[in-house]
């Protein structure tokens, strides 16, 4: 909080022959009042144009200058600068004498500009000091003088403006001036020192090191010149002891802030006390005990610095320049003391003193930003300790006036960001808002980008980035945030010295993404590297140190994972200890308390169920409740104590069987469901938690729990976050197993629709998430049609940058449409009601795998109530086997990938190995038909329904089994869907009226070498051009097929047919890919593309329909992919082909979709795939050559 010193500049009084220790008593004042009236006198009595005239009113104006440096009154600061202008005025242009008058002015211009900030003044004295050197010769004895006064208004200029250019030019003219003074001038010293201070001012905008080096150098050399009894040497010696202080900023060595403490104090000494610098000199002297304060943590150095600080005040009068300056220090010093003593009267004097600054400060000062920060950062102490918003409302407005008032290009604008940026993070820690953490990440990514890469400040602001990333990254998952937030750590800790005073703070930073790494991948490494960083961090803390609490919490988080890893009651007892010790150091009013409380309550929550000790479970509910009720109602950790408050509620009731518990656990689940301001990750842990607690013993309440955890997908699943990123926090969160877990929930409570409703919540979320990005817009105004379509087209590419900014302006679009009549549930999941008409063209079978048993739910039309099917016959263990005996026949049969000869057309009488597979293959089908199929036709056929089309949602277990193979004779027409909202959307699109573009596309090899040669691709692609004879026919065939030139095919054309490999990855899903030549197609690019009129797709490749077993069964395999994408109806392959069957099939299904010349419709595919599968079949192939073929879509 101690801010940096200002290294003293020359203001030119030498250049007026005062001496900077004259007396400044009352006598001296009278004898100039005397001297100057008789000057007066003398000038009125001299007629205009008198030769001498110009001479005395310069005379005049020095007299009136030394006054004002004097005693600073302003109205003799003005009478100087009229009286040098009456004699520059009567001066000839080529008079000797009118360079000094000329430089005498500008000195006082100068001075009127450092006293007022009046801009104009300054640019009045650099344009006078110019003319002044333009009129003095190379060889003149004045001319370094003149160099130098240049200079030092162009520094003046540098430090309102922050122009780098101004600087260079400075330190150019008074290097000149140093260079033309020889070495024992009596202004050597002087030129010397100025020319340091900006080499200061260089090393404090760009951080070069050898500038800081040099202007130590130099400065030594200038206190070295100067005697002991100079009147300058105090001066030299308070600016040596600011270069040691910036020194000990930069590398952290004590050694250097003592020395600047030894050498201030020694400038002090032989500073009279009513001198006019002896406030100026006791400020940095103070400045200095504060950095020491923070170093050391010894209260006597901010007592000392406070009091000291104090006097400057006091002595500093209230119309002076230099007051506001001081009171910022002062209000420093106030809230340093608050910090580490937590009186709020001295926050409230902070307050109160920074205010005063402000009030003095004139709204384009240059200062103004300082005051405005310091303030916020007052208000934000209050707002932590009192927990008012308003004082953060009104501290970010500060901020942000401060950063408005920042020159983008000036020195101070990435420290001013960084203090907008804590702000913004600390209203999202409050309110959860990632609007606030997005402008937090932001404005901090500016301040870094704009602080050069060997800036002592570099390091500190790395360090908040980070902490904004992590938070992003445990708010939305994403690994990349985390894998930035280490990097950025790692370089923090890089740049910050053994010695340094932040890097204990930096190697915190380091542990606390360490630990970030360790709760998602759990590797041990990660925590074992969080405790080596934290325990250093801790080494070199002091004990009294009010970090060390937090370090302290830190370490005791990392050696709880190592209990838990190691099971060691000795390790346990260790978390215990040290949580205790943290909750000791923190005061009861502490803001930070509840945090430290949870800390010590889950450690010991953790005791209890090792040892079973009630004495333990009812300590931590002590700690969780007082945390409770130190936590405000609309703080976002409130929801999360309270549902860590009804798991130990939950645990008691499991021991004491007390009703009373049972319903504290409802009660706080239900309230903390109700805190709108929750993290959702957390809360969806939560909410699961409370279902599987409610299944046991309130089962009414597992309908609530689950409903809360669905609600909160949209949140976690995040709109400015890509695919993968979806797709990893769906895996992270398992919830493929929560919406099995809800669906059978649902069903036993008899509330199918309900049931239907969290299904498609749960496996659509995928699809549901990329709808909204694809949204109708026919009932909006085309104004906001307009903005919604280019934000979401926007978010659907995932090419932007900034996508979190992105979504945050879509949502609060999506607020304003939702506030009109008639549009309150736009965009917002669809009700039963709704998901119904996915059965107008034939009913839509679920099949929901459980633990607890396996059932399926029937929507047989959009009018009628969803129909159960029980399934006693199917458990979760036979699914799997049944899915193991399937896997192994296919590797029997050589299937894995579509290869030339996989599987052959043979004889099975004579193969008894074929004979032995073919068998297998008829098992599982009549297991199929026996525990699944049979059951939902006996279902169907009780209403009515025995023939037309039939649609198959298969979930969890259930996924990749053939149930359109499973009948002998089937009277249905099969289809599968991934989700309900896929074909709703396919359903509602309307077919063209038009002969269709249609795409073909073939590789016979990839050009990765010849066993990638597929053979039947040529002979595929002849058979669909005999038949599709037209124009619109487009192929792309071999060396033609590159990544780039399908997805342009893929734009163009409605009808698409692929030939070529393809492979399902199942450890990434959004890897599976068509393999093209020189390149792949991966689900995630399908799933970016944006097809808009697209009607069928035809993938003749391996494995493009089998989905993902251990995931929600959505838009996980390559055909649901295009679906998912716009394409109404696919056709795909549960796993690889026979090479020979592609053309076979291709012929049978075109044919009798452009027979006769006819328009195909994509709602006829699926019959033309049943009629050429049989056609297929009825050649007596093998099982595994036609049952892999499936229909999806419409």
Known sequence: ?????????????????????????????????????????????????????????????????????????????????????????????????????????????????????????????????????????????????????????????????????????????????????????????????????????????????????????????????????????????????????????????????????????????????????????????????????????????????????????????????????????????????????????????????????????????????????????????????????????????????????????????????????????????????????????????????????????????LRSLTVSFTDRFQRLGDLDDLHTALKHNMEAVDLTPAGHPDRPGCLQSLAASFTARYQRLRDMKDIESAVQATQEALDLTPMNHPDRARYLKSLTESFRALSIQSGKTEDLEAVIQTAQEVVNLIPTNHPDRPKYLQVLAVSLSDRYHRSG??????????????????????????????????????????????????ELVHIHYVVSFNTSIADPELSWKAALDWAAFSEEFQPLDAAAAYQAAFHLLPQILWMGH??????????????????????????????????????????????????????????????QAAVLQKLSSVLYSGTTINLGMIELERMELLKQIRKQPGLEHFLFPKPYSALAHAARNGPVVILNSHGEGCDGIIILNPDSEPAHVSLPGVTLRELQSQQNILKQLLRQCNINVRTPGSTKLSDHSEDLTSTVIQKGFKEVLVWLWTNVVGPVYQVLGSHGIDTGRLWWLPMGSFSGFPFHASAADDPFIHSYTATLGSLLEAQSKKSSSTQPDVGVIGVTHTGCGSENYLKGVEEEIKQIQSIIQSPNLKCLQGEQATPDAVKLQLQSCSWIHFACHGTQDLVEPMKSRLLLYEGNLELETILQMLFLDTEFIFLAASQTAMGDAELVNESFHISGGFIAAGFKSAVGTLWSMNDEDGSVVARLFYYYLFREGRQPQASDTAEALNLAVKELRAANVPYERWVPFVHLGV
């Open 1 to 461: 909080m101690s801010g940096q010193e200002v290294d003293p500049i020359p203001d030119d009084q030498h250049e007026l022959h005062s001496e900077p220790g004259a007396n400044v008593g009352p006598e001296a004042s009278d004898s100039d009042s005397a001297e100057i009236q008789k000057m007066q006198e003398l000038i009125e009595q001299m007629p205009a144009g008198h030769p001498d005239l110009p001479q005395h009113q310069e005379k005049l104006g020095n007299a009136f200058a030394q006054r004002y440096h004097k005693l600073g009154g302003l109205k003799d600061l003005k009478e100087a600068i009229f009286n040098k202008q009456e004699a520059v005025k009567a001066t000839r242009a080529d008079d000797s004498e009118r360079a000094g008058r000329l430089h005498t002015l500008a000195v006082s211009l100068t001075d009127r500009c450092r006293r007022l900030r009046d801009q104009n003044d300054l640019e009045a004295a650099l344009k006078i000091k110019q003319e002044v050197l333009d009129l003095t010769p190379t060889d003149h004895p004045d001319r370094p003088r003149y160099l130098q006064a240049l200079a030092v208004s162009l520094s003046d200029r540098y430090r309102q403006l922050g122009d780098l250019d101004d600087l260079g030019s400075a330190l150019q003219y008074n290097t000149e001036a140093v260079d033309l003074t020889p070495a024992n001038h009596p202004d050597r010293p002087s030129r010397l020192h100025t020319l340091a201070a900006f080499l200061l001012d260089r090393y404090r905008r760009l951080g070069g090191l050898d500038d800081l080096e040099a202007a130590l150098k130099i400065k030594q050399e200038v206190v070295n010149l100067a005697p002991a009894d100079h009147p300058d040497r105090p001066r030299y010696l308070q600016a040596l002891a600011v270069s040691y202080s910036d020194r000990y900023r930069r590398l952290g060595d004590l050694k250097d802030l003592e020395a600047a403490i030894q050498i201030d104090q020694e400038a002090m000494d032989l500073t009279p006390v009513n001198h006019p610098d002896r406030p100026g000199r006791l400020h940095t002297l103070a400045v200095f005990l504060s950095d020491r304060y923070q170093q050391l943590r010894n209260l006597n150095d901010l007592e000392t610095a406070l009091k000291i600080k104090q006097e400057v005040v006091s002595l500093t009068p209230t119309d002076h320049p230099d007051r506001p300056r001081c009171l910022q220090a002062l209000a420093a010093s106030y809230s340093d003391k608050y910090r580490r003593l937590g009186d709020l009267k001295d926050l409230e004097a902070a307050i109160q003193t920074d205010q005063e600054a402000m009030d003095l400060t004139p709204a384009n000062h240059p200062d103004r930003s300082g005051c405005l920060q310091i303030l916020a950062v007052s208000l934000l102490d209050r707002f932590r300790r009192l927990g008012n918003l308003n004082d953060l409302e009104v501290a970010l407005k500060t901020q942000q006036s401060a950063v408005a008032l920042t020159p983008k290009d000036h020195p101070d604008r990435p420290g001013c960001l960084q203090a907008l940026a804590v702000l913004f993070k600390d209203r999202y820690w409050r309110l959860g808002d990632l609007q606030d953490l997005e402008a937090a990440l932001q404005t901090e990514q500016e301040a870094v980008d704009l602080t050069p890469a060997d800036h002592p400040e570099r390091s500190r602001r």
């Open 613 to 662: 000790d009630l004495r333990d479970l009812d300590a931590a509910m002590q700690k969780v409740q007082e945390a409770v009720d130190l936590t405000p109602d609309n703080h976002p950790n409130r929801a999360g104590l309270l549902q860590n408050l009804a798991v130990l509620f939950a645990d008691r009731y499991r021991r004491s069987g007390n009703q009373m518990d049972l």
């Open 722 to 783: 890509t695919i993968p990123v979806w797709h990893a926090a769906i895996n992270r969160l398992d919830i493929a197993s929560a919406t099995s877990a809800a669906v059978r929930s649902f069903s036993k409570l008899g509330r199918l629709g309900s049931a239907v409703e969290i299904l498609e919540q749960g496996v659509g979320t995928t699809f549901h998430q990329m709808l909204q990005l694809k949204p109708d817009v026919n009932q909006l105004s085309p104004d």
